[in-house]
Every structure is written in structure tokens, then in C-alpha cells.
């Protein structure tokens, strides 16, 4: 089955810097990285998707890099503020419906 | 529009029990999926249903776990003989339309196991 490693597993940035979460999976089959925000009694929060025919994506701050041939994708925030602290979660998704998710990058945004 | 909703948002109860959980997923989602998440860990897939049909339910653990969808909206997952083990929360999220679509998520539900 599909595996999904995460790292780092915690980042600390000052406000104002960027961040990067890399994540790596196994499955040639998967077609569908989608990052979620997880703040602190709620569910994961959609923030950003790739779908694997796209090397690239942006949304304002947020964007992710995707490499299909090395099997992994990334998430960079730029111009970090303290509300970007948070549990991000990268995940890895097939035609199945099956998701596999990592084990979460917990972010910490100094003001 | 209501986003995805769980009830109870916690559910304590004894080691042997009986347990359901419920999801409302968003109105004329058709992919509803089921996941578990223990601490510190990323959510763990349990199961996808397509309308009424559960089209992937490879993630249940054990034949303990169980979950319908009866009229394609509402969703049940049910826990026979609840072990310490099954101390998690457990988390719903619907998409439109099937798979490899944005997935929604509610806030789950908080199951301990005395």
C-alpha cells in the first residue's frame, strides 16, 4: 500500500520568513496531493491541492512544488504570520478513494 | 451552507460497550470517508462509501468496526466491544462526486475507552 513520509516533523520560523514541509510517497498510482491545516479540537482544513499533471500551484501565500518522477511534493509558505501555527498535514490519494496522509508538520510562527 | 457535522463531539464510555458515531456530511456530497486520528499521527483511513455503497473499506481495523450509509447521506460508524485501543478521534469528511476531490472535514468526534 501507499506510504507517506512527512518532515520535519516541528519548524519554528520567525514571522515574516518561509516555510517548507516535504513530503515523499511510494505509490506511482497516486494522483492527488492535497495539504490540510489542523488547528488544535478541529479537523483538517484544505488548503491547497496538486493533482499530478501539474509540476506547480499557488494561492496568494501558499504553494506547492510536485516531482512525479522523484515521488515527492512540498509546501511552502511564504511571509509567515502567527496564525499560519498549526499541524499541516500533506496526503497522497488514487483513483480508489483511499487517502494516505503524513504524520503532520507542527508549524510555529514567532511574532 | 453547515459544513460537516459529528455527534457527539465526545463519547466516554466503558471497555465492552457498544458505540455509534454519526456524520452529517454537506448536502449533495456523495463520497463520505471515515478516518481515525491517535495523537501526534495524521489521520488513518477507515472507509469511503460512494452514495450508499462503500466502495473501499480496506482501513477498518477489525470486524468489531462497521459503518452504513443507508440513504447515501448520513453516515453511522459502529465499534462492537469497545477496546482501550480504540481511544482516538474519529474523524468524517465528505467530497462531491467520488474521489481525488477536495474533502471536507468535520471536527470528529473524541472517543475514550475506561
Known amino acids: 500500500g501507499e506510504n507517506v513520509e512527512q518532515h520535519p516533523s516541528t519548524l519554528s520560523v520567525q514571522e515574516g520568513d518561509s516555510a517548507v514541509i516535504k513530503c515523499t510517497y511510494s505509490d506511482s498510482a497516486s494522483n492527488y496531493f492535497p495539504w490540510y491545516k489542523q488547528e488544535l479540537g478541529k479537523g483538517p482544513q484544505l488548503i491547497i491541492d496538486?493533482?499530478?499533471?501539474?509540476g506547480e500551484k499557488k494561492d496568494q501565500r501558499i504553494a506547492v512544488t510536485l516531482n512525479k518522477t522523484a515521488k515527492h511534493f512540498s509546501l511552502h509558505i511564504t511571509e509567515t504570520q502567527p496564525e499560519d501555527s498549526a499541524v499541516y498535514f500533506c496526503a497522497a490519494n488514487t483513483n480508489a478513494g483511499k487517502s494516505t496522509f503524513g504524520d503532520g508538520t507542527t508549524l510555529t510562527v514567532k511574532p | 451552507g453547515a459544513g460537516v457535522s459529528q455527534t457527539p463531539s465526545n463519547k466516554v464510555t466503558e471497555k465492552g460497550k457498544y458505540v455509534e458515531l454519526r456524520c452529517d456530511p454537506i448536502s449533495g456530497h456523495t463520497a463520505l470517508y471515515w478516518y481515525r486520528q491517535s495523537l501526534g499521527q495524521g489521520p488513518e483511513f477507515l472507509i469511503y462509501?460512494?452514495?450508499?455503497?462503500?466502495?473501499?473499506d480496506s482501513g477498518l481495523p477489525n470486524d468489531r468496526f462497521f459503518a452504513v450509509r443507508p440513504e447515501g447521506s448520513v453516515s453511522t460508524l459502529k465499534i462492537q466491544r469497545t477496546e482501550r485501543g480504540d481511544s482516538a478521534v474519529y474523524l468524517c469528511?465528505?467530497?462531491?462526486?467520488?474521489?481525488?476531490?477536495?474533502?471536507?472535514f468535520g471536527d470528529g468526534t473524541r472517543l475514550s475507552i475506561l
Open positions: 496538486i493533482r499530478s499533471n501539474v
Open positions: 462509501f460512494q452514495g450508499t455503497g462503500a466502495a473501499d
Open positions: 469528511a465528505s467530497s462531491q462526486n467520488g474521489p481525488n476531490q477536495p474533502q471536507h
